[in-house]
C-alpha cells in the first residue's frame, strides 16, 4: 500500500514539473508572439523576464495580472 502511495506520488510530481515546463514553454512563446505583433524588443524584453512565484497554470497561485476591475463593486454598475 505505502509502495502505491509512493508511485502515486512521484507521478503526481513528474506530472507537475511536466506542467511547469509546458507553462514556461507557453508563456515564453507568448511573449515571442506579443514581441512580433508589436514591433518591439522592449515589450519581448519584459515578457521573458523570470517570473516570481510558482509556475502553474492556475490564476489563482502564479503571479498573473488580473485586468483592473470597473465601478465599486464586483457587481455590473446598473446605469
Known amino acids: 500500500m505505502e509502495q502505491q ?3 502515486r ?3 503526481q ?3 507537475q514539473a511536466q506542467n511547469a515546463q509546458l507553462w ?3 508563456e515564453a512563446l507568448r511573449a515571442q508572439l506579443e514581441a ?4 518591439s524588443g522592449r515589450r519581448k524584453a519584459l515578457t521573458t523576464a523570470p517570473l516570481l512565484g510558482p509556475a502553474c497554470c492556475c490564476c489563482c497561485c502564479s503571479s498573473w495580472a488580473r485586468p483592473p476591475r470597473r465601478g465599486s463593486g464586483h457587481l455590473p454598475s446598473a446605469r
Do not use: F, H, V, Y
Not at 512580433?36 to 514591433?39: F, I, N, P, Q, V
Open 5 to 7: 502511495l509512493q508511485a
Open 13 to 15: 510530481l513528474e506530472a
Open 9 to 11: 506520488t512521484t507521478e
Open 24 to 26: 514556461l514553454a507557453n
Open 36 to 39: 512580433k505583433r508589436l514591433g
